[in-house]
């Protein structure tokens, strides 16, 4: 198995998010579904992200101080047409705004501040949201997407698949 080359600070964000694991030696190893295509997509969300991390910061405030602007996991992954586990995994990471519930929310419960969730659809799109907006099934659309080298956001292999909603529109409404 071929060893990525990686700067240090970026070895134990990619080794949380289960992309890869640190050998004995130091070497970082992708973990067997992981590929170039996913390192490069994870290059692009930290880019993305970090250009995009100021006013998200300012936004969580924000949204921390309205409490009509939260909605909860299991919402938000119906509304993103992936699984709760997919929200879950992007929260923690920071893909998704999560907030302290509060109100009609149980407590310890972790929340989606709608914003963050608004911004996300902005800039990405999962296979289950494609599905339904094409009226096409998912394995047809997952083939294409793979064929046409559309990568998945850089996530684990168990979890929904995500993709950038520009790359998707290229391949996707592509007439056959």
Known sequence: MKCWAYARRNAEDLISRGLAELKAVGDIIPMSFGTQKMLD????????????????????????????????VSEAARRLRVTAKTVAYMVQHGVLCGLAASGRYRRGTTVVAANSLTQFQESFISLGELAAVTQRPQGALSMKLRNGGVALLAMPHDLSRVHWREDVSVVAFREE
């Open 41 to 72: 997509a994870y290059e692009r969300e930290k880019i993305s992200f970090r250009a995009a991390g100021s006013s998200s910061r300012n936004a969580a405030d924000e949204e921390n101080a309205q409490c009509g602007s939260r909605i909860s």
